[in-house]
């Protein structure tokens, strides 16, 4: 699986944006970028994912650079709600793929009031 | 409910015992996986169901680990001799297609500790 890496931390203040940044150099074309986040005592949940394109949704926005070599989500406000660990991943959409998801250490993101 | 079920959500055990732990998935979703996450750590992957074939068992970390999904629906992980490595959260995830698009819904998982 193509590997993705992250910060381990990152520190926001309440409704100020947040830029949660992910490299994945060895991407291939069938990859997509997913995110999803953990909240604490929590099951991860779905956040966003793009493949080329820049996507926006209600909770979020995906930067994806041109060469698919890194991503950037972003949170327009963070809330304390926020506060979870995030995880980027490179999900293959391949024929033959059942898309399991590999999860890394994610970034803990620390929203202050 | 709306979401995916898992019970328990606390078990613990004594060293040697065997566990079962269970998973109602959305009702409808083809796909069925397993995840371990230890404390501080990702979830790690541990199997895949697409309806009652398990299609990949990869990640079950050794033959005293096994899953089922005889229905296509309900699954359970059971865990012989249980082992203090043991301790985590198994978390449950299904989504409703076969393949690699959809999003995955997670339960709010089942924490095992052995003693």
Request: charged share 20%.
């Amino acid at each position: 699986d193509a590997k993705t890496t992250q910060p381990n931390s990152m520190e926001s203040n309440e409704e100020e944006p947040v830029h949660l940044p992910c490299n994945h150099s060895t991407i291939s074309g069938t990859d997509y970028i997913h995110w999803y986040r953990q909240l604490p005592s929590q099951g991860p949940e779905y956040v966003i994912h793009g493949l080329t394109s820049n996507v926006n949704n209600r909770m979020a926005s995906l930067a994806i650079a041109e060469d698919r070599k890194s991503s950037t989500l972003i949170l327009h406000r963070a809330t304390l709600r926020d506060a979870a660990v995030y995880y980027c991943i490179l999900r293959d959409a391949g024929g033959t793929s059942y898309g399991k998801l590999t999860f890394g250490q994610g970034t803990i993101l620390t929203v202050h009031p | 409910g709306a979401g995916v079920s898992q019970s328990p959500r606390y078990k613990v055990a004594k060293r040697g015992q065997d566990v079962a732990l269970r998973c109602d998935p959305i009702s409808g979703h083809v796909s069925l996986f397993w995840y371990q996450q230890a404390l501080g750590q990702g979830p790690e992957f541990l199997t895949y169901f697409q309806n009652e074939a398990q299609l990949d068992k990869s990640g079950l970390p050794s033959d005293r680990f096994f899953a089922e999904r005889p229905e296509g629906s309900v699954s359970t992980l059971k865990i012989q001799r249980t082992q203090q490595e043991d301790s985590a959260v198994y978390l449950c995830a299904s989504s409703l297609g076969r393949g690699s698009t959809g999003e995955l819904f997670f339960g709010e998982g089942s924490r095992l500790t052995v003693l």
